[in-house]
């Protein structure tokens, strides 16, 4: 089974609000990432977590704040974000060797008005 | 530092043609590591193949095939008997060894339209 679950599937929030995305994956995988995608672009690394622990930041304003509750959880909290934040957000995660294969999640679709 | 060229951007096909999607990569690495990823409009990027630099067999699964050529440093993909079902944006990544290698490089796309 690899299976990556995100909620919600879309969102719509305005440049005040408090909001979080949630991601879960139940494979027993020790890392986990947050990737950013625009339309008719490929995927963009955000944050990293491995064991739980933030291990790659990829200069992301600080409107996202990553956290990693458990080994199986994911949030991506969001705040103050602007128009241009506005992207598919992809969750991933996969065992814990760097390279090892990535799996995806069906993404959370931000609307920020 | 790596790089990873999918030329074509878009490519059409009528359903039961064959077609192949170019990769191009570059790195300085010895080691590294090839996927294919396609993304279909729900957005959930699906995992394909994954293909180690040290294994250059060829794959096939099912109606999917890969080339992989050090020699060209190239990793295509071929579809037979393509489907509407195999509409999507396919990507092609690359890790290797040096720096963050949690990251993956990705292609640029390839937008794949099968009609009916």
């Known amino acids: 089974d690899t299976e990556v679950t995100q909620t919600p599937k879309h969102l719509v929030m305005g440049m005040t609000n408090k909001k979080s995305l949630k991601c879960e994956q139940h494979?027993?995988?020790?890392?986990m990432y947050w990737y950013k995608q625009k339309a008719k672009k490929p995927p963009e690394l955000m944050f990293v977590?491995?064991?739980?622990?933030?291990?790659i930041n990829e200069s992301v304003p600080s409107r996202f704040s990553p956290e990693c509750p458990n080994s199986s959880l994911l949030n991506l909290h969001l705040h103050a974000l602007q128009p241009e934040d506005s992207a598919l957000y992809l969750c991933?995660?996969?065992?814990?060797?760097?390279?090892?294969?990535?799996?995806f999640g069906p993404g959370t679709r931000l609307t920020v008005l | 530092a790596q790089k990873v060229t999918q030329a074509q951007t878009e490519i059409s096909v009528v359903e039961k043609e064959d077609v192949t999607l170019d990769c191009v990569y570059e790195?300085?690495?010895?080691?590294?590591?090839l996927f294919w990823y396609k993304q279909p409009p729900s957005g959930e990027l699906v995992f394909l193949i994954r293909?180690?630099?040290?294994?250059?067999q060829n794959e096939i699964s099912g109606r999917y095939s890969w080339n992989f050529q050090k020699s060209t440093s190239s990793f295509n993909f071929t579809i037979t008997a393509s489907q509407v079902v195999d509409s999507a944006v396919y990507f092609c990544a690359l890790r290797d060894s040096g720096g963050s290698n949690y990251k993956l490089t990705f292609g640029k796309g390839t937008l794949l339209t099968v009609n009916p």
């Open positions: 991933a995660s996969s065992r814990a060797g760097r390279t090892d294969t990535q799996y």
């Open positions: 790195t300085r690495d010895t080691t590294y590591y």
């Open positions: 293909r180690n630099s040290f294994d250059e």
């Open positions: 494979m027993g995988h020790r890392a």
């Open positions: 977590y491995s064991y739980e622990k933030l291990s």
